[in-house]
């Protein structure tokens, strides 16, 4: 059951530019969302989350962004770098049984 | 502070067979859950182990097993190898509490042939 989807399987922006990824989710009991990025070959690294008691986090130039009744959340990246090229995962939690979407891969180039 | 750490980082196993994979999680952490990525695929929770009990568990058969010890390190087992088992094994720790978030390790690549 895919309770969290992510439909653009891969996005290209220039460096500079705002990277946008998407993320949609079905389960109205998810109460925490969190973004991962992911290296060739490494484990996925936490980037930012946020609460659904709140429609925007910042951290950086990273900016989550939550919309509660559309069920969708996205993540802004801004400006974009060349080392942010890698995969995005969206994950949503109740906490024990994080379900992911299926990643974005994100290509900045310079 | 060491991360997450995962053994082996990559195995090939042929099918039928049985096989251990092991995590130690993060300094600091108690709590480790496991998860299957397939190849274009984001990972799916397979357990959690908290307090060396199985606390919660997606949707896996009994084959794959798994333990936590006193020191909070982990073992996944998986029998009777599947073709289909093939993937990046993911373990993660965290902090049990209300934002609560995974570190991951880099994950054992497991080839069934």
């Known amino acids: 059951d895919q309770q969290v989807k992510q439909n653009s399987p891969s996005l290209s922006v220039q460096e500079g530019r705002i990277s946008i990824l998407n993320c949609d989710y079905t389960n109205s009991m998810f109460d925490y969302f969190l973004w991962y990025k992911k290296y060739p070959a490494e484990g996925p690294t936490f980037l930012i989350s946020?609460?659904?008691?709140?429609d925007k986090n910042e951290d950086g130039r990273f900016t989550v962004f939550l919309n509660k009744s559309a069920k969708h959340l996205s993540l802004h990246i801004v400006p974009s770098q060349p080392g942010d090229s890698a995969v995005y995962f969206c994950?949503?939690?109740?906490?024990?049984?994080?379900?992911f979407g299926a990643g974005t891969r994100l290509t900045v180039k310079p | 502070d060491a991360g997450v750490t995962q053994s082996p980082t990559h195995l090939i196993k042929t099918r039928g067979q049985q096989v251990t994979l092991r995590c130690s999680p993060k300094s600091g952490h108690d709590t480790v859950s496991w998860y299957q990525q397939a190849l274009g695929q984001g990972p799916q929770f397979i357990f959690q182990y908290y307090e060396e009990e199985e606390r919660q568990r997606g949707n896996f058969p009994d084959r794959f097993s798994g333990h936590q010890f006193p020191n909070y390190s982990s073992e996944l087992n998986v029998n009777a190898l599947l073709l289909g088992d093939s993937a990046l094994y993911l373990c993660?720790?965290?902090?049990?509490?209300?934002?609560?978030?995974?570190?991951f390790g880099s994950g054992t690549q497991l080839s069934v042939l």
């Open positions: 946020i609460s659904s008691i709140k």
């Open positions: 994950a949503a939690s109740p906490l024990r049984d994080m379900r």
């Open positions: 993660a720790s965290s902090f049990r509490g209300p934002d609560e978030k995974l570190f």
